[in-house]
């Protein structure tokens, strides 16, 4: 197919790139104003008070001078802006905290300190990471290699044993609930068979390479399971659509390899699709893999979001979301870029 | 919403099998403690040992307040964090009612008392020290007290040494106000010993003293709320690493010395605590034996429930401890027609007993049918049954509609039901009492609330639960120790009741109560105190204020390879100081 058009300036792609940026921070700060006032103005509407609120990170019988001093401590008396503005601004310059015997300084970017356990946010959401992103980016090889290949192969052998099997399997597969799949796996071949590790098992990858793939074996393949579903199916939908192409047929009968048709001509215009989506899973799989990481007991940012969550914990509740939301924009901006890079059509448009 | 209505039909179907499989099992094999039956370890040591080595494994599915003695409010932590940290007394580590004694843990014994029970006096035993060789000192004691006053910074505690203490005015603890002399609270006339003065007489001060507010806190270590940290032991045990919301591991301390601790074994080598692991998981561990305890000691999760009720070799692995907790039913005599003590009465003769304790799980997950407001386990109990709700338990209905009669309504009448609205067990309880009090005429409207807010905003604030018209709502309390106060005082007291909410008193406001509460508490006769208390929970249910459900239990399993396996009753849970491993 030949090129049409110019090709792209730097200064097109600059100010692209410069745009996509300012959008990306825009919806940021949009995410992070919109989740800090669901947080105070939902229980308003129940007819809470700042001292109610408070009331929920004291201990369990506390006095009203007590949660008065809570409210007071944790800002709950101060307008809603004027709490979100102090939040911001810890973040951009840090915050000093009284721990008691002294005050401490929370250096930027700072994420406040949880409501319940006083300790500071960063350093969780720091801490927690590798966790998820272990997780995230070895289901993510296993899903995209083994969901593209069967889907290939499906669409290679449309109707054959192969396929049919391959596509119950997948049908399945995006069916079942990781919590169902996640403690059966855990029953069947941690405590029956005892193939792999018990839940609540993760080695640092620092620590013990190995030990950290083993540990991380069962979570990866159950949850690469549930992708790789879906992909193999959008490959084979995409594959079966290409391969059908003129060109393709062009390609064959020029007399180039079965194998060069399939990959450089069939496949990589499937791909399209399969990259969109494979950018935005695996950023929203950093945020947290929530119902994988509760399954499998991981100590990730999903668990940590959801224990934030059900403790009413907002600084953790906000620094999970800022982190999670900045994965899928980043994510959204290369694969916006990759696109460009994968379909040449998109890149002069 | 199909995933709930499909757990939720799971569930039933669990219950239901769980309850129709309540087969005998062996009875506790007192011969031989070292075969396993179902509920040997509750009364007796089940597999006796001193054998010591090994790597105990705890896990639990959340995290607790805080493993800071003086910043946590949670039983499983106050079991627990005997393993790094020494009060001054301990119940004494036994099956059974021998747990109900107070034994000297840091002190050599039980506080003496004088100036009529407003000061108490305490003697450490000698040579204990912290992790670090330091030797501990009454001054540590003292300091470790004053620091749980400070509610702002340890904001989670029990507040009894801030209320009891003759604290001076204006006192804010050592963090903002360093400088003041707490003398007139605490004395520490030499390293061994410490005295306590209060602001009135108090005959129970030696529970206070056994609360984990006592174990000492180095001075100079002390970091306030991220103390957390790196709690400076003085236990047979000492952190070795603290992940926030991770869990922790404990390693021998080699500055402790058994020769000052006649209390504690200490069999194993290290102990590995995880948090925040699934909890279905911790039950499938624990069968499959990668887990030996789990901390929450509540019991099993409902799919665990019917496979262990089930298999009489999982069942032998089980126990069904009590807790000294009741579930209940407040009812509100603010709120007409309930102002009308028979109208309440009709109430507790007509509610069905065994439909509350199915909902709560049956006899074994739920618990015994409750009469009193005291558990069995708390001294001071004495059985009555004030409103026998016919030979089956399933209400008198003959005498609720002569109680109906009396109050003007014998064709019944209308009132609200309050319960938590993400509790399955309270919900199950008021759909029971629904369907039971309607046979006598009384309609119940169910009124869902939300949890976090439930003592805070609605049920426990005055003005909302009297102005909605709440004539009924659930409700429960575990003891903070054994004993009628322990119990009682934040539950019947009138006083407790604020109008901004908070408080876990629903509904009894019976002064004379008030006043036989000031009694006991001054008193330090410890029999007469114990029997007064008895008489407190009999006067409040001749009030009808309180329709008691079932003394809590839990179905818990024992790790494969315990030993010393026993429920110590002052926490309804498995000992977790005194547990050891076998040795291959």
Redesign the interface.
């Known amino acids: 197919m030949a090129q049409v058009g110019r090709s792209a300036k730097p200064n097109d792609v600059t100010t692209y790139l410069i745009r996509r940026v300012a959008q990306a921070i825009l919806m940021l700060v949009i995410v992070s104003m919109v989740t800090f006032s669901i947080f105070f103005v939902v229980?308003r509407l129940?007819?809470?008070s700042a001292?109610?609120l408070a009331?929920?990170?004291?201990?369990?019988?506390?006095?009203?001078e007590?949660?008065a001093?809570?409210a007071e401590?944790l800002g709950f008396n101060d307008p809603l802006p004027v709490q979100y503005g102090r939040w911001v601004k810890a973040i951009v310059v840090g915050a000093e905290y009284?721990?008691?015997?002294?005050v401490?300084h929370c250096p930027a970017p700072c994420f406040g300190y949880s409501f319940?356990?006083?300790?500071p946010v960063w350093p969780?959401l720091v801490?927690r990471l590798p966790v998820t992103a272990s997780l995230a980016v070895g289901a993510a090889i296993i899903w995209l290699l083994g969901g593209v290949s069967v889907g290939v192969i499906s669409a290679l052998r449309r109707g054959s044993f192969f396929d049919r099997a391959a596509m119950g399997v997948a049908l399945s597969g995006v069916s079942l609930?990781i919590f169902f799949t996640g403690?059966l796996t855990?029953?069947l071949f941690?405590?029956?068979l005892r193939w792999t590790s018990?839940?609540?098992s993760f080695t640092p990858f620092t620590a013990n390479p190995a030990k950290w793939a083993y540990d991380l074996l069962l979570p990866w393949v159950t949850l690469a399971f549930l992708f790789a579903a879906a992909y193999a199916r959008l490959t084979r939908a995409g594959m079966l659509e290409t391969m059908g192409e003129d060109y393709v047929r062009t390609a064959r009968a020029k007399g180039l390899p079965e194998r060069v048709v399939v990959t450089k001509h069939g496949l990589r215009a499937a791909l399209t699709p399969i990259v969109t989506i494979f950018g935005l899973d695996v950023g929203l799989l950093l945020g947290g893999a929530v119902l994988t990481e509760?399954?499998?007991?991981l100590?990730g940012l999903g668990?940590?979001a959801i224990?934030a969550i059900g403790s009413?914990d907002l600084p953790r509740v906000m620094g999970v979301t800022m982190l999670a939301a900045f994965f899928v924009v980043i994510a959204n901006l290369i694969v916006d870029l990759l696109y460009a890079v994968v379909d040449p059509r998109v890149r002069l448009n | 919403m199909r995933?709930r209505l499909v757990t939720a039909a799971a569930i039933g179907a669990v219950l239901a099998l769980g309850l129709s499989a309540c087969q005998s099992a062996p009875s506790p094999d007192t011969e031989n403690p070292v075969t396993p039956a179902f509920d040997a370890a509750n009364g007796q040591i089940f597999n006796p040992s001193d054998a010591k080595g090994g790597t105990m494994k705890f896990?639990i599915s959340?995290?607790w307040?805080?493993v800071d003695p003086g910043d946590t409010?949670y039983g499983l932590s106050w079991n627990l964090l005997r393993l790094y940290g020494r009060s001054l007394l301990m119940f004494k580590p036994a099956p059974g009612a021998a747990s109900q004694e107070l034994v000297g843990d840091l002190a050599e014994g039980p506080g003496t008392p004088s100036d009529g029970g407003r000061t108490w006096t305490y003697t450490l035993r000698e040579g204990v020290k912290f992790e670090d060789g330091t030797p501990v000192t009454s001054a540590d004691v003292k300091y470790a007290v004053l620091?749980t006053v400070?509610?702002?910074?340890?904001?989670?505690?029990?507040?009894y040494f801030g209320d009891f203490l003759n604290l001076p005015e204006g006192y804010q603890g050592p963090?903002k106000t360093p400088d003041m002399n707490t003398d007139s609270a605490i004395e520490t006339p030499d390293d061994r010993t410490i005295v306590f003065h209060l602001k009135q007489p108090f005959g129970g001060f030696d529970y206070f003293a056994w609360l984990p507010a006592t174990v000492p806190v180095p001075k100079d270590k002390?970091?306030?709320?991220?103390y957390k940290e790196h709690v400076v032991s003085t236990g047979p045990y000492m952190f070795e690493s603290y992940?926030?919301?991770?869990g922790f591991v404990l390693v021998r301390n080699p500055h402790w010395d058994p020769a000052t601790d006649p209390n504690r074994p200490a069999l194993p080598d290290r102990y590995e605590i995880?948090l925040?692991?699934?909890a279905?998981?911790i039950d499938?561990?624990i069968?499959?034996g990668?887990?030996h305890v789990d901390l929450a000691g509540t019991g099993v999760q409902p799919a665990t429930m019917s496979r262990v009720l089930t298999d009489p070799e999982l069942k032998a692995q089980a126990d069904n401890p009590s807790a000294p907790r009741l579930w209940y039913t407040s009812i509100n005599p603010k709120v007409a027609p309930l102002d009308n003590i028979e109208c309440r009465k009709a109430i507790l003769y007509a509610a069905d007993r065994t439909g509350y304790q199915a909902a709560y799980g049956g006899e074994f997950a739920g618990g015994d049918i409750a009469t009193t407001l005291l558990p069995p386990q708390i001294p001071g109990y004495q059985h009555f049954d004030l409103y026998p709700a016919g030979p089956d338990n399933k209400g008198d209905l003959e005498k609720a509609r002569e109680a109906l009669a009396k109050c003007g309504h014998p064709d019944g009448f209308a009132t609200k039901m309050a319960y938590r609205s993400d509790r399955p067990k309270e919900q199950a309880t008021a759909e029971s009492l629904q369907q039971s009090l309607a046979r006598v005429g009384i309609q119940l409207t169910l009124v869902p609330l939300?949890t976090?807010?439930y003592f805070?905003?609605y049920a426990g604030r005055p003005s909302y639960r009297d102005s909605n018209g709440l004539g009924l709502m659930t409700n429960g309390w575990q003891a903070d120790w054994n004993d009628g106060f322990g119990f009682l005082s934040?539950i019947v007291d009138s006083r407790t009741i604020?109008e901004?909410?908070?408080s876990s008193n629903l509904s009894v406001y019976i002064p004379e109560v008030d006043a036989m509460i000031d009694q006991a508490v001054a008193e330090t006769d410890k029999a007469k105190r114990e029997q007064l208390w008895g008489q407190i929970d009999r006067r409040v249910m001749e009030e009808a204020v309180i329709l008691p459900g079932v003394y809590s239990k839990a179905l818990t399993l024992r790790g494969k390879g315990l030993t010393n396996v026993f429920i110590n009753e002052a926490y309804g849970q498995y000992d977790y100081m005194m547990l050891g491993l076998e040795q291959p």
């Open positions: 229980p129940a007819g809470g001292e109610n009331a929920r990170y004291v201990g369990r019988t506390a006095g009203e007590q949660i001093q809570a401590r009284d721990y008691g015997p002294g401490e319940l356990a006083q300790t969780d801490d609930p403690l855990l029953y941690s405590y029956t018990p839940g609540a509760t399954v499998y007991s100590p668990k940590y224990d009413n | 995933k896990a959340e995290d307040d805080s409010y620091r400070d509610k702002e910074v340890l904001v989670n505690g029990p507040t963090y002390d970091t306030g709320v991220r992940e926030e919301g991770k995880t925040g692991v699934e279905n998981d499938n561990q069968i499959a990668t887990l939300p976090g807010d805070s905003l934040q604020r901004s909410g908070g």
